[in-house]
């Protein structure tokens, strides 16, 4: 079992940065690919960004590309999302999430197993 907390959600205006981090524990908490999901008020979670075990494979969506940055510091425990030039677009919860699967890109709720409760992240105009 692999729990994992988010934290670093808030409110901030557009253009502004956050950097959300998952904590993660259990039975080898980082030896999986791990990522990031969003969900927007009355809308589907959708994938934001995916990163594999050592950080070497990164696969972000196209709406955050050059704007966010997934990292990973196995030692600690931790991954983070630096979110910069934030758009209201941007505003929904953001769920940490860990893999074991052996494939990549990943980028599918369904090839998660591990979830946080999520962050709530809400971009002003």
């Known amino acids: 079992q692999v729990q994992l907390v988010e934290s670093g959600g808030g409110l901030v205006q557009a253009g502004g940065s956050l950097t959300l981090t998952c904590a993660a524990s259990?039975?080898?908490?980082?030896?999986?690919?791990m990522g990031w999901f969003r969900q927007a008020p009355g809308k589907e979670r959708e994938f934001v960004s995916s990163?594999?075990?050592?950080?070497?494979?990164?696969y972000y969506t196209d709406s955050v590309k050059d704007r966010f940055t997934i990292s990973r510091e196995n030692e600690k425990s931790k991954m983070y999302l630096q979110m910069n030039r934030l758009k209201p677009e941007d505003t929904g919860v953001y769920y940490c999430?860990?893999?074991?699967?052996?494939?990549?890109?990943?980028?599918?709720?369904?090839?998660?197993?591990?979830w946080g409760v999520g962050t709530q992240v809400s971009v002003g105009t």
């Open positions: 259990g039975r080898a908490p980082m030896s999986n690919s």
């Open positions: 999430a860990s893999s074991e699967s052996d494939l990549w890109p990943l980028d599918r709720e369904y090839e998660f197993k591990y």
């Open positions: 990163i594999s075990w050592s950080g070497g494979s990164i």
